[in-house]
């Protein structure tokens, strides 16, 4: 790992410097200027990777790596998972993957012990792997963040804010069906009132399920649209969960939409 960056709280609306590894640089994000006990903050890790150069998403495609992070955080804290706003497709060599080319910023959201009071130093260990056309670094860091003890007052912090905005999100009413023929899945997609999944972009957040090297198109169906794509080479028998993102075409805002055979 390697070195730390401190962030004094008084200071997180100004912009820092990161940690430089391999061919990205990432830091710490806070969208408030201190924390309430019990209340639930909102940050974000920021890697910013170098020309050329892109990261991986939560379902990296073949060859890639997600993001890790190991959080230090006081007694009774506890840290949600790392969010990931949509990503693009791109490929590394011969190698198709998700994810996202000059910069990323992964929010999360922690919440602080009801008991809580005093400096709180928050810590996370992160890894990740940066990948060009024809090679792939590994890169690491450890990121501090000192917050005092106050109000919880939220600052907002821009780049927080843009990645908030491209979250899948859950729609109730929205849906997807799952069924398999041979070494295909037929995918079935139903949108509640007047959504419109015509020309969307659509995107498996499950990895190994679904053949990532073809573009996942849609096509209008009585009662919503359908799909048929390859199951993943290394698919074993049918699928159990599947996760999809749809983004673009005529939606306002990117759309998770998650199946599982379990009941």
Not at 55 to 71: A, F, L, Q, R
Not at 114 to 128: E, F, M, N, Q, Y
Request: hydrophobic share 40%; glycine share 12%.
């Amino acid at each position: 790992m390697l070195k730390t960056m401190i962030i004094s709280a008084a200071l997180s609306g100004i912009a820092f410097s990161g940690v430089k590894s391999g061919h990205a640089e990432a830091e710490l994000l806070a969208a408030t200027e201190d924390y309430a006990a019990g209340q639930p903050l909102q940050l974000g890790i920021r890697l910013k990777m170098d020309e050329g150069w892109h990261s991986y998403w939560v379902n990296p495609g073949d060859g890639g790596m997600e993001m890790s992070v190991d959080w230090t955080l006081p007694e009774g804290w506890k840290a949600g998972p790392l969010q990931y706003p949509v990503p693009i497709r791109f490929m590394t060599g011969d190698l198709p993957g998700f994810g996202y080319e000059d910069e990323v910023v992964l929010p999360v959201r922690l919440t602080p012990a009801v008991g809580a009071s005093g400096p709180a130093t928050i810590r996370v260990a992160l890894s990740w792997l940066t990948c060009s056309d024809s090679a792939c670094v590994p890169g690491s860091a450890d990121l501090e963040l000192v917050l005092a003890h106050g109000a919880g007052k939220a600052t907002g912090n821009p780049a927080i804010s843009a990645a908030l905005d491209q979250l899948p999100e859950k729609l109730e009413g929205a849906a997807l069906e799952v069924t398999t023929q041979e070494k295909m899945a037929i995918l079935k997609v139903s949108l509640p009132g007047s959504l419109d999944a015509t020309g969307c972009t659509v995107y498996p957040a499950t990895p190994e399920v679904l053949d990532i090297g073809k573009v996942i198109k849609l096509r209008k169906s009585d009662g919503g649209w359908e799909a048929e794509v390859p199951l993943h080479e290394y698919a074993t028998g049918a699928p159990s969960k599947l996760d999809l993102v749809l983004t673009g075409g005529n939606l306002s805002r990117p759309l998770l939409l998650q199946w599982s055979s379990e009941p």
